[in-house]
């Protein structure tokens, strides 16, 4: 059996990509990936600790994780669909069309 | 040690039956459209023509190997073995078989029975999409790409309809490992006759999903020239065109399983004479098990011949309009039975 | 044999996930996404989430991902320039959560002495899970539902064609 330390350092550096994703990329759709990118390393965290603690709600959890995350790119994506019909482009630090 | 070789075996004759399989289902789709067109087929190589696929094999790799320019040389390389890859994967969680008497034990005729492999199957199944997809986009084609977009929006639109079709049987055996549903089709009715609205949904739904006519809109040639696959040449378009098939097999086998009894013969199988050679009931598990395949792979490639093309939005219309709820209406009458069974 | 499968799957994912945030080529990111669900559902099927890893090929591989790549082809994305390093206002921001986070999981790495040596050999079936999400969980489940609903019709909308005829609250848009 692996340690499962290694595992939770995993999802942390998992974790620390997506964060940098978000941060340092400027198209939308890279930034959106990088999310589903942290939300996995999340999702790993609750299946190592549902494993120690012997309860299976981790990963009932994870299960609406995936859910969400499935709903969260579906109007994502028709929302960058949306800005790139009318922008013809998809730079998140050209993006103001909600600035006045 | 022997359970590891036992398996190593298992994969490797699976491995082989199926590219055998692959290699002479293109034989034999050319026969069954030439006497369907009142032809007589490929008889040059060989007796039948049965040398057929082994020269076609060595023309593919003679061929020249041609990249378009423009094109993302690793994806375009990468994108056939994507597509192959899931259909043979699938083959894995499939019973083709019950046991055989081997190594003094008796050896499961599967190469891994998950608990899972239900899920396994669409998990997989999900993913060739990714092989059409990678190819069309990285050919740099304008017809490739509209064909690699029809051939993802097809298949995920039928992949609903696939899993719907076959919720009722899990509801029926309640298990999600298919050598249990095969086992449950062994003592009670096959699902074919018990659920023939969500048998006929699957072999829809099926023939959707290997891109087989009549949906084979994303390589429909008067419109897309070849589809995702227009700017392939030698060995890479041959993985196109053998993932094609292996998908086929594996939607075979697939619809042998869950629908028709798997490897099981009625009545002939509980004869004494079976029970005392086991042996031979083995191996008359595994012959019935091709043999319901083979007719399964007959239907698809006469089907093929018979019927002519969808058009796009009727294809999307049928799906989402038609055999979306269908798919409800069936769990839901499914349902009911049970509820009525249970009170 | 499990400790040198994880470590391989860990490597891959982590490699990959490097690769999403540094291809200039969303295509390119997004394939690499791909192997790294893949390498996170062989370390789920490596602690018995054998559900979990069906899911998470089906749904982030077979769905989401399906859906980028499809988004990605339909935009015709041109590859973009990569930043030559962060401006610096996000520069700092990231600095610091990453200590935040390094923090807090050093936090989590002193607690875990409660932990140590507790594997509970937990096996995630499908029934089980199916148990707990009907009876226990079945509000928050049913719930989820409504969410995805309400997720298709929002998608529907927002991507919708425009219509030929735009009515004139639409043109004041």
Known sequence: MFDYNHALILAFMLFTLGTAGVLLRRSALVVFMSIELMLNAVNLVLVVFSRLRGDLDGQVICFFIMAVAAAEAAVGLAIIIAFFKRKKHVDLDRASLLRS | ?343 | METVLFYLFAALTLASGLMVITRRNPVASALYLVLCFFGLAGIYVLMDAYFLAAIQIAVYAGAIMVLFLFVIMLLRLEPTELPSFMNSWSKRLYVAVTLVLGGVFLGLDLMRTVNTGADSALTGEAGAIADRLFNRYLLPFEVTALLLLVAIVGAVVMARRESPKPTASMEEV
């Not at chain 2, 023309?59 to 423009?70: H, I, N, R, Y």
């Not at chain 2, 097999?249 to 199988?269: N, Q, S």
């Open chain 2, 1 to 343: 040690m022997t359970g590891l070789l036992i398996t190593l075996g298992k994969i490797l004759a699976v491995f082989t039956v199926t590219m055998l399989t692959v290699a002479y289902l293109t034989l034999l789709e050319r026969k069954v459209c030439a006497y369907i067109q009142l032809r007589k087929g490929p008889n040059r190589v060989g007796p039948w023509g049965l040398f057929q696929p082994i020269a076609d094999g060595l023309k593919f790799v003679f061929k020249e190997d041609f990249v378009p320019a423009g094109a993302n040389r690793a994806l375009h390389a990468v994108a056939p073995v994507l597509a192959m890859a899931p259909a043979l994967t699938t083959c894995a969680v499939i019973p083709f078989g019950s046991t055989l008497p081997m190594f003094g034990g008796e050896v499961n005729m599967i190469i891994a029975d998950l608990s899972i492999g239900v899920l396994f199957v669409f998990a997989i199944g999900s993913l060739s999409v990714y092989g059409l997809i990678t190819g069309g986009w990285a050919s740099n084609n304008k017809y490739a790409l509209f064909g690699a977009l029809r051939a993802g929006a097809q298949m995920i639109s039928y992949e609903i309809t696939l899993g719907l079709a076959i919720i009722p049987i899990i509801m029926a055996t309640g298990s999600l490992r298919l050598s249990d549903i095969v086992a449950y089709q062994g003592a009670h009715p096959w699902f074919m006759i018990v659920q023939p609205l969500g048998f006929l949904l699957f072999v829809v739904a099926s023939f959707a999903e290997t891109n087989r006519l009549p949906f084979d809109i994303p390589e429909a040639e008067p419109e897309l020239v070849a589809g995702y696959h227009t700017e392939y040449s030698s060995m890479k378009f041959a993985g196109f065109y053998m993932g094609e098939y292996a998908a086929m097999i594996t939607a075979a086998a697939l619809i042998v399983t869950l629908f028709c009894g798997g490897y099981h013969l009625p009545w002939l199988e509980n004869l004494n004479f079976f029970k005392e050679h086991a042996t031979l009931l083995g191996l008359l598990h595994i012959g019935t098990f091709l043999a319901k395949m083979g007719i399964c792979l007959f239907g698809f490639i006469w089907v093929r011949w018979s019927l002519p093309r969808f058009r796009y939005d009727q294809l999307m219309k049928l799906g989402w309009k038609v055999l979306l709820p269908l798919g409800l209406i069936n769990i839901l009458i499914y349902g009911l039975f049970t509820l009525k069974d249970s009170i």
